[in-house]
């Protein structure tokens, strides 16, 4: 199955600032995919990354706030622009384990302390 | 939005202990998948079962499905120490590849 590598694993931003969080996948993947975790809480999706067009955002969250780039088929990144400590959290990247639907696989993470 | 509500919310067991979890959801789905997450890291896919299956079986882990009750339960039989980690169903629907994820569920598994 595909294997991710997410980079940064943590940071710790001043409020104001903007991080980017780049995932690598192994193979390429038509879709790529972008969580947030809030502290104690479980997964909501971002937005959906595919490549050659731009991202597909989810409820509650803009662009101009969550930019997302995929220049190809094994790689994104997100930025989390202007932050501020209400960000602070695990961004997580995903993609399909393999064709046919079983399932998927997710970076690492990146655990964001906004200060 | 999430889909899915683990039940318990925690879980504190002895090690050699079966530990069983709940998750209920609320639309129709594709299939159901449960995923461990260690410590606030990334998550580990465990079991996907499909819409039209009632039951599955991988190792230590043994899942089933209720869509008349739109309920699923993840049973881990013999736990270990290293089981401890918080545990989320998932769920897509409909022609989206999108997983909407349940709350979690944090099981302790004591030695």
Redesign the interface.
Known sequence: SAV?S?KPSRDICQRGTSLTIQCQVDSQVT?M?WYR?QPG?????IA?ANQGSEATYE?GFVIDKFPISRPNLTFSTLTVSNMSPEDSS?Y?C?V??AAG?????????T?LTVV | SQQGEEDPQALSIQEGENATMNCSYKTSINNLQWYRQNSGRGLVHLILIRSNEREKHSGRLRVTLDTSKKSSSLLITASRAADTASYFCATTQGGSEKLVFGKGMKLTVNP
């Not at chain 1, 809480?41 to 999706?45: E, H």
């Not at chain 1, 639907?101 to 993470?109: A, W």
């Open positions: 991710i997410q879709m995919f975790q809480q479980s997964l909501t999706l959906t409820s695990i997580l995903s399909e384990r639907n079983s399932g998927y696989t997710f970076g690492s993470g655990r």
